[in-house]
């Protein structure tokens, strides 16, 4: 089924088994409404369990393997586990209180992701962000937030922070805007420690970085900022992700991912190779010492 399982949140995992049991169902020649009705159900609720769209109760999913005629014990104990574990929720969820409802889903989705390619018009990728830089960003346009508000909210991003530390870290390609680098948020030791970890963070091997610079003037991604999650299960269509204010989109319609995928892959062309961006990270730190 998947490696990834241990990592992965309840909406991935309840793809991949829907996606693993709709190809179960197919293979036995059972339709939808035959399905339904032997979990005392609709074809509709077959159909939202097998996209990954409502949770799957065990018993839900024990009756459906049977019923499609599983007969290896071995495989029908590891599928009822993973519909366990797709009820779990995530590691964010102790953080509910800090976290927008929207933004669970995107937490489940990094969690999963294989590569991340990320296009940032405004401010540093949130996975690249250091302690400081993170505080400052918390506080824009939120007056005066209480201090264990604005430590737990640091501390939520900084676990997200893991993806690019854990066994089988997850592969960043961020193409950062210049502008972005040059705001100083949160003042000048701030930016500077920011890019210093942004230097640091070149030599790693599961992290590449391009700046676009201000004198290239328009392209592709003018549009805003934007970041494009692949996944190693079959079952996960690549998705874009685009946040706004107080929502967020997810969009994974073939003609849209081609869209996005073509403007990334325009700004990767545009900007100055990855080879570049350490003395170009080194040139706009100096001017914030000058």
Same mark, same amino acid.
């Given at each position: 089924?998947?490696?990834?399982?241990?990592?992965?949140?309840?909406?991935?995992?309840?793809?991949?088994?829907?996606?693993?049991?709709?190809?179960?169902?197919?293979?036995?020649?059972?339709?939808?409404?035959?399905?339904?009705?032997?979990?005392?159900?609709?074809?509709?609720?077959?159909?939202?369990?097998?996209?990954?769209?409502?949770?799957?109760?065990?018993?839900?999913? *024990?009756?459906?393997?049977?019923?499609? &005629?599983?007969?290896?014990? /071995? =495989?029908? %104990? !590891?599928?009822?586990? #993973?519909?366990?574990?797709?009820?779990?929720?995530?590691?964010?969820?102790?953080?509910?209180?800090?976290?927008?409802?929207?933004?669970?889903?995107?937490?489940?989705?990094?969690?999963?992701?294989?590569?991340?390619?990320?296009?940032?018009?405004?401010?540093?990728?949130?996975?690249?962000?250091?302690?400081?830089?993170?505080? *400052?960003?918390?506080?824009?346009?939120? &007056?005066?937030?209480?201090? /264990? =508000?604005? %430590? !737990?909210?640091?501390? #939520?991003?900084?676990?997200?922070?893991?993806?690019?530390?854990?066994?089988?870290?997850?592969?960043?390609?961020?193409?950062?805007?210049?502008?972005?680098?040059?705001?100083?948020?949160?003042?000048?030791?701030?930016?500077?420690?920011?890019?210093?970890?942004?230097?640091?963070?070149?030599?790693?091997?599961?992290?590449?970085?391009?700046?676009?610079?201000?004198?290239? &003037?328009?392209?592709?991604?003018?549009?805003?900022?934007?970041?494009?999650?692949?996944?190693?299960?079959?079952?996960?269509?690549?998705?874009?992700?685009?946040?706004?204010?107080?929502?967020?989109?997810?969009?994974?319609?073939?003609?849209?991912?081609?869209?996005?995928?073509?403007?990334?892959?325009?700004?990767?062309?545009?900007?100055?190779?990855?080879?570049?961006?350490?003395?170009?990270?080194?040139?706009?730190?100096?001017?914030?010492?000058?």
């Amino acid at each position: 089924m998947t490696e990834s399982g241990a990592q992965s949140g309840p909406t991935t995992l309840r793809i991949i088994l829907g996606g693993h049991l709709r190809r179960m169902r197919v293979a036995a020649g059972i339709s939808r409404s035959d399905a339904g009705w032997e979990i005392r159900s609709s074809e509709s609720k077959i159909s939202r369990m097998e996209l990954g769209r409502v949770g799957l109760k065990e018993r839900d999913v *024990a009756d459906l393997l049977k019923l499609y &005629g599983l007969d290896d014990d /071995e =495989e029908r %104990e !590891r599928l009822l586990a #993973l519909s366990r574990q797709a009820n779990d929720p995530g590691w964010w969820h102790r953080f509910g209180d800090v976290l927008p409802s929207w933004f669970h889903s995107y937490l489940d989705l990094e969690a999963s992701a294989q590569l991340i390619r990320i296009y940032e018009l405004q401010f540093v990728p949130g996975l690249l962000q250091t302690r400081d830089y993170i505080r *400052a960003v918390v506080q824009l346009g939120r &007056g005066m937030i209480p201090a /264990e =508000e604005v %430590e !737990r909210r640091i501390s #939520l991003r900084v676990n997200r922070q893991e993806v690019l530390t854990r066994p089988d870290p997850v592969r960043v390609w961020a193409v950062i805007d210049e502008a972005a680098l040059r705001r100083p948020i949160g003042g000048g030791k701030v930016i500077i420690d920011q890019l210093d970890h942004l230097i640091e963070a070149t030599h790693m091997p599961n992290v590449t970085l391009q700046v676009v610079p201000l004198a290239i &003037g328009g392209h592709a991604a003018a549009g805003g900022s934007f970041s494009i999650l692949r996944f190693p299960e079959s079952d996960l269509p690549d998705t874009v992700y685009i946040e706004h204010l107080t929502s967020a989109l997810y969009l994974d319609k073939l003609d849209e991912l081609d869209q996005y995928t073509a403007a990334m892959e325009s700004l990767c062309v545009a900007a100055p190779q990855p080879g570049k961006t350490r003395d170009i990270l080194t040139s706009i730190r100096k001017d914030f010492e000058a």
